[in-house]
């Protein structure tokens, strides 16, 4: 298996815009996780889904975030519109039935 | 709302050194979480514990319940083990996401 996937691996964007980020979990994992990691604030939880289901967002910043799941093979992270202060590496990971997370390369966001 | 505080924050050792990262946490977990955090920034999950220890390699990780405290060891430690590590808890059977650690920066010096 090719581990989870996650594009674009890098994104610069301008203050306003709209961002979406995108993960492919590892194939029969039913735990879907989204991480933020900043330096100020090191790693923290956004979302996660289990079986495509979001079971607790309270991680999300604000309106401006969004994730959806519309099937077991693919996720995404949208934030719009997105301010500097969203500029972080975001990371997803996945898991069988709750045990190990394996986490996907990060997407290194940067808002100007 | 879990806390979890690692110490130390940053540590510097030679070659061959055993190394000790300790992990305390607040209220009660069903699993604690260790993590390395390469260079690169890619990250590798280590061990996953609920009670006892674990063994991999050069690795090992313990747990306190009790104590609510987690050790990870790293004995003969090689240049290659410089990294990040980061211990983190879950509170739903593993089920859910992690309330993490600021992380601990190990540099081994050759």
């Known amino acids: 298996d090719a581990g989870v996937i996650q594009s674009p691996r890098h994104e610069v964007t301008e203050m306003g815009q709209e961002v979406t980020l995108r993960c492919k979990p590892i194939s029969g994992h039913d735990y879907l996780f989204w991480y933020r990691q900043t330096m100020m604030r090191g790693l923290e939880l956004l979302i996660y889904f289990n079986n495509n289901v979001p079971i607790d967002d309270s991680g999300m910043p604000e309106d401006r975030f969004s994730a959806k799941m519309p099937n077991a093979s693919f996720s995404t992270l949208k934030i719009q519109p997105s301010e500097p202060r969203d500029s972080a590496v975001y990371f997803c990971?996945?898991?069988?039935?709750?045990?190990?997370?394996?986490f996907g390369p990060g997407t290194r966001l940067t808002v100007l | 709302k879990n806390e979890v505080e690692q110490s130390p924050q940053n540590l510097t050792a030679q070659e061959g050194e055993f190394i000790t990262i300790n992990c305390s946490y607040s209220?009660?977990?069903?699993?604690l979480h260790w993590l390395q955090q390469h260079p690169g920034g890619g990250i590798v999950s280590l061990f996953m514990?609920?009670?006892g220890k674990k063994k991999h390699g050069r690795l090992i990780a313990t747990i306190n319940i009790q104590e609510k405290h987690s050790s990870l060891h790293i004995t003969a430690s090689h240049p290659r083990d410089s990294a990040v590590y980061i211990c983190a808890a879950s509170s739903g059977g593993g089920a859910d996401g992690l309330t993490f650690g600021k992380g601990t920066h190990l540099i081994i010096q050759p």
């Open positions: 209220v009660g977990i069903s699993a």
């Open positions: 990971a996945s898991s069988p039935s709750g045990t190990t997370q394996f």
């Open positions: 514990l609920s009670s």
